[in-house]
């Protein structure tokens, strides 16, 4: 079963923009093999965008990231809120149909509030300079966990109500 089985891929992009205007995030739906299907690239902080112009950088941090969370939120069958290898925060609700693992939505690029981005990983990982990175860094906005599980609820209903 594929996520466009279930809604159709404007009613997923809808959800994206969503997430993005309305939450702040770097806003996704993922299929079951972890891939983009609707085709909507979107960046909350310049910080992001940057990491995303790397291969590397999607290696080492982003995909990284999405694999193990998305493996946990299909394991558990609950959304997983945790930070990336570069410290920002990631909200991921997995989507079943009758048991079957049919997805994944969420979004990313916000720093817990008090916490910080782990510049020295970011530079290591896409070998920019190490003050580009603290440039960067200082643009990307945070998030309080209770804003966070707000959103891994929101995204909990939306999936629930998906008929």
């Not at 995909?63 to 394991?75: D, E, I, N, R």
Request: hydrophobic content about 40%; some cysteine; proline content about 4%.
């Amino acid at each position: 079963m594929l996520m466009t089985d279930l809604l159709p891929k404007e009613k997923w992009l809808e959800l994206e923009h969503a997430l993005h205007n309305d939450w702040g995030v770097n806003a996704c739906a993922y299929n079951a093999d972890g891939m983009t299907f609707t085709g909507f690239k979107n960046f909350v902080n310049p910080l992001c965008a940057e990491i995303k112009s790397h291969p590397e950088g999607i290696q080492a941090i982003c995909s990284v990231a999405h694999q193990h969370m998305a493996q946990l939120a299909k394991s558990s069958g609950k959304t997983v809120i945790e930070q990336c290898d570069a410290g920002l925060l990631k909200i991921c609700t997995p989507v079943f149909r009758n048991g079957e693992f049919v997805g994944i939505v969420g979004g990313c690029g916000r720093v817990p509030e008090g916490s910080e981005v782990d510049t020295f990983n970011v530079h290591k990982a896409i070998n920019i300079p190490l003050e580009t990175v603290e440039s960067l860094a200082g643009e990307v906005p945070t998030i309080t966990m209770e804003r966070a599980r707000e959103m891994g609820a929101f995204l909990e209903e939306f999936v629930a109500a998906i008929h």
